[in-house]
């Protein structure tokens, strides 16, 4: 049986980060390794690679080493890098694609922040309910479930926050709840996960 000369070749970790990410990830192959994202990213000391580095090691197709990355978790989406980027390479978007990718292929296990997808959702959890974040449940659901051992040494600060008010005792939804559970929706219908 004859093979034709033109085989389908897999894609490269490199494709399959494009591809995953909405907008096709414009001009990633453009990172010149300036280093201005990392030196814009106010998380970036907690990171173990820069989003240079990374993209760098996307390109090596590296997708271990990358998917099991803190990088993308410790990304706080302030999208300050991705203003200041000279090439308009969409890293805060990059981030999100790794996450998922992270989450769907079981990598995210081996990072340094193996926590962050439960704390995730337990966030996505408030926002879509109440329309915004409501810090004493989402710390209290969060290390009640995850580290219930903890609790004791977060409760002088959560006390301080209480006292100055800082803090609400309840949740509080937006005005237009239905109208951002209907965006949610839509979001989920057209773009798959949340």
Not at 21 to 37: F, H, R, S, V, W
Not at 47 to 73: C, Q, Y
Not at 94 to 101: A, D, I, P
Request: with cysteine; aromatic share 8%.
């Amino acid at each position: 049986m004859a093979t034709t000369a033109t085989q389908a070749r897999a894609p490269t970790f490199f494709e399959e980060v494009i591809s995953a990410t909405p907008g096709k990830a414009p001009n990633l192959e453009l990172c010149l390794q300036c280093g201005t994202c990392g030196g814009s990213c106010p998380s970036a000391a907690d990171m173990d690679h820069s989003p240079r580095a990374l993209f760098a090691m996307i390109e090596a197709g590296l997708k271990e080493k990358v998917l099991s990355s803190n990088t993308p978790w410790y990304c706080v989406s302030c999208y300050y890098c991705t203003q200041r980027c000279p090439q308009d390479i969409h890293i805060t978007d990059l981030m999100y694609t790794l996450k998922r990718m992270a989450i769907k292929e079981g990598y995210y296990q081996k990072s340094s922040a193996a926590d962050a997808p439960a704390f995730s959702s337990t966030f996505i959890d408030f926002v879509e309910n109440n329309g915004r974040s409501f810090e004493l449940g989402l710390a209290t659901r969060y290390h009640l479930t995850h580290h219930p051992l903890s609790m004791p040494k977060m409760a002088p600060m959560g006390l301080g926050m209480l006292l100055r008010g800082r803090m609400d005792l309840k949740p509080t939804k937006i005005k237009g709840i239905k109208q951002l559970k209907a965006i949610l929706e839509k979001a989920k219908e057209l773009g798959g996960e949340m």
